[in-house]
């Protein structure tokens, strides 16, 4: 698998591989080693690891923003007929032998979203009785922006989340349960990207993307910074050395 026994030792204790390795892993174990891909969502990830790609190199295939896949695999439903098509041809990629004809589930059917961010926002502005102006200028954006954003064709850049909160006067997604739905929703709480939160915690941003994507952390040192970010506490300092 061109790894170390060290990395498989942890492997087989727990320790989750790199989105890179799952390749390699896949060939040793002849199958996928997760359960089959039930929802849009899931076959988008599934397709991602199999072929060993991050979210920014995934969307530099499918020719979207690394935070429009990201809402994709968090379970938001694609719209535009070029982003679907896409979507259908890069999961069909390499399914290990199954035939074409199984796959060619229309896309849009595959999941139903729990929440449409945009019929939320187009929703909230006509309770208000806005404009589009006017709802851009309330939360800081441009006319276009908000449109875009109603019609999912883009998903709000992380410095907008603070803002669009207040306007919608809850927060766009379900109530976070696990470590990574914390995680991400706090960061966008704040309207911080994974680079941002990474320079707080003193992390690379790899290992944010990582923990949001339900992999770690998994030792006590990133378990504590992580959750002094949730807690909005002072972040763990490092110990000093002491000199000889």
């Known amino acids: 698998m061109d790894t170390s026994e060290d990395t498989l030792r942890k492997w087989e204790e727990g320790r989750s591989p790199l989105v890179a390795a799952y390749p390699k892993i896949i060939e040793f174990l002849g199958c996928d080693p997760w359960p089959e891909p039930t929802t849009l969502a899931e076959q ?23 935070s ?16 679907r098509t896409a979507i259908a041809d890069f999961v069909r990629h390499k399914m290990h032998g199954q035939q074409e004809q199984a796959a060619p589930q229309e896309p849009e059917q595959a999941v139903e979203p729990s929440l449409d961010f945009g019929d939320m926002l187009r929703s909230r502005r006509t309770e208000l009785g806005l404009t589009i102006s006017a709802a851009a200028n309330l939360i800081g954006a441009n006319s276009w922006t908000l449109l875009h954003w109603e019609h999912n064709r883009r998903a709000p ?34 309207g911080l990207s994974c680079l941002q939160v990474a320079g707080l915690i003193q992390v690379d941003d790899g290992s944010v993307n990582a923990w949001e994507a339900g992999r770690g952390p998994y030792h006590e040192a990133a378990k504590a910074k992580v959750e002094a970010f949730l807690t909005g506490s002072a972040r763990p300092s490092r110990r000093r050395r002491s000199k000889a």
């Open 44 to 66: 988008i990830r599934a397709a991602r690891y199999r072929r060993g790609l991050r979210i920014e190199d995934a969307a530099k295939l499918l020719r979207v923003d690394p």
């Open 68 to 83: 429009t896949l990201w809402w994709w695999e968090a379970g938001r439903k694609p719209h535009r007929i070029v982003d």
């Open 157 to 190: 850049a992380c410095r907008f989340f603070p803002s669009i909160i207040r306007f919608l006067g809850r927060e766009p997604w379900p109530e976070p349960q696990t470590i990574a739905e914390r995680l991400r929703a706090e960061r966008l709480r704040r």
